[in-house]
């Protein structure tokens, strides 16, 4: 069993190849783009719209007849895969488009089962004057094997190749960097070892052993390195308990009863993709509560050789030990100047809470949504499937519901569901054997009025079911009932929806559980990028506080800028848990001569310009309104 759970997001995107040296006479360090497509191939006199320039060739070993194609403007359009349009650099050119799911034909579903081997290769590409290339390209998919996504680079006009993983380190319908649908993420990395200096560099896009969904890209580019360029690729971080069995991932919400670890081992993965070795990287944590450092380390300095990826870890070990809002920073250092400093730093927040237990934040990413059915014979029912997350207990405590986030579904009478805690005594975690159902809510019917908001489901309480001990692991989400015996397979993952979370770019956080009435355990955790939005509501009684939500007075107001005001000012404010968010402006006499609606917002800083111009001179009071928290500041305009 594992140690702890590496939290890493493992990129998938680069090779390790023996260092590779230029003379510096050669270096450049410009970051100058000397090759790029932008997939402009619109061609109405052809019969799909599109025609591919000179040089570009496609490959169709299997002869499925799902290959690369020119969007929008092409046939192949999907009902299972068509994405809103891809919000690339420039959409208005189109883009490119592997459309594997064998639904697009309306063929049988053997068939769409059936893998695909699949290519497009771009024309020669002359680099014999690039001392440093770099490969740059936007991109967004969805995949049933990721694994097989690859970039395969020659030097040597298609003689040999070097593979790149290009997946991400996705799993199943899971999309790159967390992206919502329609978005783009850019793939990056240096591929000098085996196209600077050559004449004969040939790119292909290739998909093996693949069957479903898409692969969008765009805006492809070939650019010289920067002299100096870091970059964080993710993050890592692990929770020690002090029990080397223990498998549990970074919660977002922790009840102060449970804090029964630390925090351990912050980590990042940086690339050098650089044209220089670099010396004195360093990675420097900080951790704040209620926008106060509280705790600070950092690595001992060490080098990063160019074309090289390396990890930094701090063994160090932070206790959170009260109630309130920590963010962690991790800033990424060096003794050169970075050229491009926007990617060496990254935030993340957790709470220490007096009743909520839970790894998801409060923003639903709907377009990373699951709807989960359970797969029975032909002809039956879904009967009492749960979906939800797995939950150690490190102190005695109460539980009182769950809350889970519903994004959709078949409202129509049919689907039925109840909050319930499983329960599995330690000796049956392997044996195959189903868990104890320990506590459960009424049952309700799904209603279109849930949709996008949280559902709290109380638990019906005896006075002994409701006690969680320390040591207990527990399955908390929900069971639900499917009744429609029509079994169209285009409709089975409409039944019920829970919201999921990929607000966190964390690897393998174990927390899913899902398990149906007729094989007993079928996942009793699973490693996945993102996270069920289900909360477990705990009876701690240690503090007065509400439980559901954080504190709002955690939120933050800052003083408009600049102040005195003439003709507009900014007003900045960090958010603890998202929430709709209103700003009012009122005179000396209490009267409201602005009001202005952010709609809702997500958890960070935010900033809000303020036009004057229909203010007169004189001194005024701001009010910030952001669910529970209202705070207010005086702001004096001059003109």
């Known amino acids: 069993m594992k140690h702890f759970a590496h939290l890493l997001l493992a990129i998938g995107m680069l090779m390790f190849f023996s260092q590779y040296s230029y003379s510096q006479s050669q270096l450049k360090g410009s970051g100058e783009v000397f090759y790029h ?70 063929i049988s579903y053997d068939t769409a089962q059936s893998m695909v081997n699949n290519a497009i290769e771009f024309p020669v590409i002359d680099c ?45 319908k899971e999309r790159p960097d967390g992206i919502l649908s329609g978005g783009s993420a850019i793939f990056e990395t240096n591929i000098s070892e085996v196209a600077a200096g050559s004449a004969g560099v040939v790119i292909k896009f290739y998909w093996w052993n693949s069957s479903y969904y898409y692969w969008l890209i765009d805006d492809f580019q070939l650019a010289e390195a920067f002299d100096y360029d870091l970059r964080m690729l993710n993050y890592s971080l692990e929770w020690d308990d002090g029990n080397p069995d223990t498998e549990v991932s970074f919660m977002y919400n922790i009840p102060k009863s449970q804090l029964g670890g630390a925090f351990a081992n912050f980590g990042i993965e940086i690339f050098n993709t650089g044209e220089y070795d670099l010396n004195g990287v360093y990675l420097d944590v900080d951790i704040s509560k ?32 009260d109630f309130g809002h920590y963010k962690i920073s991790y800033e990424l250092n060096l003794d050169e100047p970075d050229q491009t400093p926007e990617d060496n730093s990254i935030e993340m927040f957790f709470n220490v809470t007096d009743s909520v237990y839970s790894y ?6 709907q377009d990373l949504m699951y709807g989960y059915t359970w797969s029975e014979p032909e002809g039956e029912t879904d009967e009492q499937a749960f979906v939800g997350s797995v939950f150690p207990i490190y102190s005695d405590t109460e539980v009182s519901s769950v809350s889970v986030y519903v994004v959709g579904g078949l409202a129509d009478g049919l689907i039925e569901f109840r909050g319930a805690i499983l329960f599995l005594p330690p ?7 189903e868990p104890i159902e320990r506590l ?39 069971e639900y009932w499917n009744w429609h015996e029509e079994k169209d397979p285009y409709r089975k993952y409409q039944n019920f929806t829970i919201g999921y979370d990929k607000g966190h770019k964390l690897k393998d ?22 996270y069920f939005m289900v909360r477990l509501n705990l009876n701690d009684h240690s503090n007065i506080i509400d439980g559901i939500d954080i504190p709002s007075a955690l939120n933050q107001l800052d003083q408009n800028y600049p102040n005195p005001a003439g003709f507009s000012t900014e007003i900045g404010y960090e958010l603890t848990h998202a929430s709709e968010v209103f700003i009012e402006i009122l005179d000396m006499t209490g009267r409201e001569v602005m ?3 952010e709609g809702y917002q997500s958890v960070g800083k935010h900033t809000i310009s303020i036009n004057l111009t229909t203010i007169d001179s004189g001194i005024y009071f701001y009010t910030l309104r952001a669910g529970k928290f209202v705070d207010t500041r005086r702001m004096v305009v001059s003109k």
């Open 37 to 106: 497509q932008t997939f402009d191939w619109k061609d109405s006199t052809k019969e799909l719209g599109w025609k591919a320039p000179e040089g570009f060739k496609f490959y169709d070993p299997l002869h499925k007849g799902l290959n690369w194609h020119w969007y929008p403007n092409d046939s192949l359009i999907s009902r299972h895969t068509k994405e809103p349009p891809f919000q690339s650099s420039s959409p208005e050119d189109g883009h490119l488009g592997l459309f594997l799911d064998g639904f697009d034909r309306w």
């Open 128 to 172: 014999s004057d690039r001392s440093s290339v770099i490969v740059r390209y936007e991109t967004n998919f969805m995949g049933g094997n990721t694994g097989g996504m690859e970039m395969r680079v020659s030097g040597n006009y298609g003689v040999h190749w070097a593979v790149w993983k290009v997946g991400f380190g996705c799993g199943h």
């Open 290 to 321: 209620n926008h106060q450092s509280i705790w600070h380390n950092a690595t001992e300095p060490t080098w990063i050789f160019s074309t090289y990826t390396d990890t930094l870890v701090l063994d160090s070990t932070f206790y959170p030990s």
């Open 360 to 365: 998801c934040d409060d923003i639903s990413e």
């Open 427 to 433: 000796e049956n975690y392997w044996n195959g054997q």
């Open 440 to 478: 459960v809510s009424e049952i309700i019917p799904l209603d279109s009025s849930m949709f996008n908001t949280w559902v709290t489901l109380p638990f019906e309480q005896d006075g002994y079911t409701e006690k969680l001990f320390a040591g207990d692991v527990i399955y908390a989400g929900v």
């Open 509 to 530: 956080p174990v927390n899913r559980a899902r398990l149906g009435p007729f094989e007993g355990i079928w996942w009793w955790s699973y490693y996945t990028q993102g």
């Open 595 to 597: 009001k202005i609606d």
